[in-house]
């Protein structure tokens, strides 16, 4: 079974700076995705980028980007210029292109952000 | 173009009661997915549909059951509540393809005394 660690439970970042999040990730499958989602207050569950597995180049989506590193399965998120409704929590998450398509989630982590 | 809808949003069952989670997404989507979210945690699969007709287990299934009675709608029920159960719980749904994108609905917040 596939498992997904996030190492830092909350994170702090002063507003304009840049905070990075880690997630490492378990597998034997060589054909996958992996994505960060956003979960603000409301709850609302957020894709906020998305990396799949045989792509080298590291996606990026306006200020988040993301270092995906296959060999040592990990792929974290870098916020830049952070900004106060970038306060949430973030989760890791591994998705099997298989049957059923599953998310495996991390257990998350809290980033404040400080003005 | 609702997405993913849920109801309701907050229920509260003392143990030993049912209910009936309701789950329905107009975007076409071939499979639809429940996740429950235990304070200070992640999401985890219960069950999931690939496809209309079908279902299967995911990770925590004990205590859950559900029907994909169509297309478009998903529901899961909790036959006999327990207090372990109480749960933030999210409905999700997927229309594959190269982005393999899940699509959340709103969350519904269980509570049982």
């Known amino acids: 079974a596939q498992t997904v660690t996030q190492s830092q439970p909350e994170m702090s970042v002063q507003e304009a700076e840049t905070v990075t999040l880690s997630c490492t990730y378990d597998t034997s499958e060589s054909d996958y995705y992996l994505f960060w989602y956003k979960q603000p207050p409301s709850r609302q569950m957020i894709l906020v980028i998305r990396q799949e597995a045989y792509k080298q180049q590291n996606a990026t989506e306006n200020r988040f980007s993301v270092n995906f590193q296959k060999a040592a399965k990990s792929f974290s998120l870098k916020i830049s210029d952070s900004q106060l409704g970038d306060a949430a929590m973030y989760f890791c998450?591994?998705?099997?292109?298989?049957?059923?398509?599953?998310?495996?989630f991390g257990g998350g982590t809290r980033v404040l952000v400080k003005p | 173009n609702a997405g993913v809808t849920q109801t309701p949003k907050f229920q509260v069952l003392k143990t030993g009661q049912s209910m009936t989670l309701q789950c329905a997404q107009d975007m076409n989507h071939n499979s639809m997915y429940w996740y429950r979210q235990d304070p200070g945690m992640g999401l985890r699969l219960i069950y999931y549909s690939a496809s209309e007709g079908t279902t299967d287990k995911g990770e925590v299934p004990n205590g859950y059951n559900v029907s994909r009675l169509n297309k478009r709608e998903f529901s899961l029920r909790l036959e006999s509540a327990a207090p372990s159960q109480t749960s933030v719980y999210f409905c999700?749904?997927?229309?594959?393809?190269?982005?393999?994108?899940?699509?959340f609905g709103p969350g519904t917040r269980l509570t049982v005394l």
């Open positions: 998450a591994y998705l099997r292109k298989a049957a059923g398509n599953k998310l495996t």
């Open positions: 999700a749904s997927s229309g594959g393809g190269l982005l393999n994108e899940q699509f």
